[in-house]
Every structure is written in structure tokens, then in C-alpha cells.
């Protein structure tokens, strides 16, 4: 079932079944003040590496060289060739054998925040649309970074363009990022009809890539519809010098169907109405709807991707700080 569900003629804009009651307009879209506003809520995020330190977005991070940096690692015992400069002095005169310092270097890791505003990310059941969670989802990452002391920059894309934004430390930096954000979703309307498909989502990626050659932090923010081998491909790419983290937007509506009513679903320029209360279509929007799902979270395993899941049908800023936190406590166990 190769669909595409996009919110289309719907009351409000956001989805529900057709003979659901009206309910007030709420994450259709999204402004620059509200992504602005919601740099205090991102002061206690806590975003864990793939590399042995404490946070994934932390400032400034450590590097796998050694040095005399700014953060002491360890005491081990004097081996030669090691730089007389690194003894400790006191650890060596009261235990009697050499002991040296070991530090990592601190190095300067630009973040690049990617943000999905394609017409697909259109689309929610309840709260608001998954383009407005990964717009709020972005401002938080990106204040988080900003906050810490790091650069912050990013990509924007929707089905007929990327938008680059290079990364500065400035508010000043994270506020032009947000305008981005907030142009291409201010663009997303139901009756859109230049909807090119999944090509862009790649096309993204590889802009990124060009850009993020060593020592960045990518977060990546998306539903991934359309991914495939070559999205497979550049992410591991990404990875291998970089520290990635994927977040995949999603919308419960296909998880938990309603038994009865109905529903518009859009594969570009054609539109369908599928009876939710037929058997046959609800475990095919079911099936569809798993497979995709287990084939983005077997990433996390096979390219070592930490991805967090982001309901737009609940408040963004809460569900991140818990999702995240379940993240640390998961890495902190390894």
C-alpha cells in the first residue's frame, strides 16, 4: 500500500474521520515567536553521544584525541615517552611511582539541525501537525546547542527545495533558523499541488553530508517517507565521522485506527476515501504502517542511529525531555 497520507480538505486542518466534530484550529502551522519562545524549555535537555562522554549535546566536545585540554579523564601510571608535563606531582610523591594526568582535548562541534516540511509531514490527527512537532522539535535542539556554547546551523527542505542555513553561535543564528522553518511551513496548505515526492529527503542528505565532513552533530528531524537504500547509504556516511541522531515524526492515528468511519488519504495528485470500518483495509493501513516502522528502527541497530520517536498527537517539549532521558539511561547502561 504505497500511499502517502497528507491532510487534505479536512476542517481545521488537522485529520480526523469524516464525520468527526469540529474542534478548535491548533499546530496547523507555526510562527517564528512560538519557536522563539521555546528556548526556556530547552535549558534541561540532556542529549546523550554515541562517544564515551556525558551528553550528546553539551557544548563543547570531546574528541578521541589526547591532549592537555580542558577535561580531566584520569591518573595513570607514567609510561615512557609520555610528556613530563603530565605528572602529578602530589599523586607521585605520596604513592611513590609516577602518575601522569590524562586529559581529553576540547574541540569546537557545529550542530546542523535537518528539518522535514514536506508536504507529508502535513498531516495529524489531534494535536498538530507532524510539520509543526518537527518545527518545535528543531527550535529545541537548536537552543539547546546554543545555550551550551556550540555553533549551530541547519537544513530546511520541503518537496521543492533546501534551504542551508551555516552554522554561528548567536541567538541571532538559531533565530534565523526558526524563520526558515517557519517560511516552508507557512508554505504546506491542504490543497498544494507541487508535491514532487520522495526524492528531496536524499537530496537533503547529501547536501548535509557535503557540509558535515567531521566532528558535527547532525539531527536529523523527519517522518523518513520515501527512505531507501541510498537514504541508508548517506546516513551511514553521516555517521561514521559524525554524531547523528534521527528523530522520526509520527502521527498514532496509524497505529491506533478508529473501527469506524473514514478516511482521505493522497498519493500526490489523486486522493482515496478508505472505509476504516472494512477488515481487509484496516490490517493493510496496519501492515503498511508496521513494516515501515520496523524497517527505520532496524537503523539503530545495524548503523548504530540513535532514533527518538515524537507523537505530534502530544506536547513536544515534555515528550523530548522524556525520550531523551530514556536515551541516556540506555546508553549509561552500555
Request: net charge positive.
Amino acid at each position: 500500500m504505497g500511499f502517502s497520507l497528507s491532510a487534505l480538505g479536512r476542517s481545521k486542518g488537522l485529520v480526523r474521520p469524516r464525520n468527526a466534530s469540529p474542534e478548535p484550529a491548533r499546530g496547523v502551522h507555526v510562527t517564528v515567536e512560538e519557536l522563539v519562545a521555546l528556548e526556556a524549555a530547552a535549558r534541561d535537555f540532556n542529549f546523550l553521544r554515541k562517544q564515551p562522554v556525558n551528553r550528546l549535546l553539551a557544548g563543547r566536545h570531546a574528541s578521541n584525541m589526547r591532549g592537555r585540554g580542558l577535561s580531566f579523564e584520569e591518573l595513570r601510571d607514567y609510561l615512557p615517552g609520555d610528556d613530563v608535563r603530565t605528572i602529578d606531582w602530589r599523586v607521585t610523591a605520596r604513592t611513590g611511582k609516577p602518575f601522569v594526568r590524562v586529559y581529553d582535548e576540547e574541540k569546537d562541534r557545529p550542530a546542523l539541525i535537518v528539518v522535514d516540511q514536506r508536504m507529508n509531514m502535513f498531516f495529524g490527527s489531534r494535536l498538530m501537525m507532524k510539520s509543526v512537532s518537527a518545527a518545535e522539535t528543531a527550535a529545541l535542539c537548536a537552543w539547546r546547542v546554543m545555550n551550551l556554547g556550540d555553533r549551530v546551523g541547519g537544513f530546511v527542505f520541503n518537496d521543492t527545495r533546501v534551504d542551508e542555513l551555516r552554522p554561528h553561535r548567536s541567538r541571532a543564528a538559531v533565530i534565523e533558523l526558526a524563520g526558515a522553518i517557519a517560511r516552508q511551513n507557512a508554505e504546506l496548505r491542504a490543497d498544494l499541488s507541487d508535491h514532487r515526492g520522495s526524492g528531496q529527503l536524499d537530496l537533503a542528505l547529501a547536501a548535509v553530508a557535503n557540509v558535515a565532513r567531521h566532528d558535527h552533530l547532525v539531527v536529523v528531524i523527519s517522518d523518513f517517507e520515501g527512505h531507501g537504500p541510498r537514504t541508508r547509504d548517506l546516513l551511514l556516511r553521516l555517521t561514521i565521522s559524525n554524531d547523528v541522531l534521527a528523530v522520526l515524526v509520527y502521527d498514532p492515528f496509524l497505529i491506533d485506527l478508529p473501527e469506524t468511519g473514514h478516511i482521505v488519504v493522497s498519493g500526490g495528485g489523486m486522493q482515496a476515501e478508505l472505509p476504516l470500518g472494512h477488515g481487509k483495509v484496516r490490517s493493510g493501513v496496519a501492515d503498511f504502517a508496521r513494516k515501515r516502522g520496523d524497517e527505520l528502527l532496524a537503523w539503530q541497530q545495524e548503523l548504530g542511529l540513535p532514533m527518538l520517536l515524537v507523537s505530534a498527537a502530544e506536547e513536544t517539549a515534555p515528550q523530548l525531555r522524556r525520550t531523551l532521558g530514556q536515551l541516556a539511561w540506555r546508553q549509561k547502561r552500555r
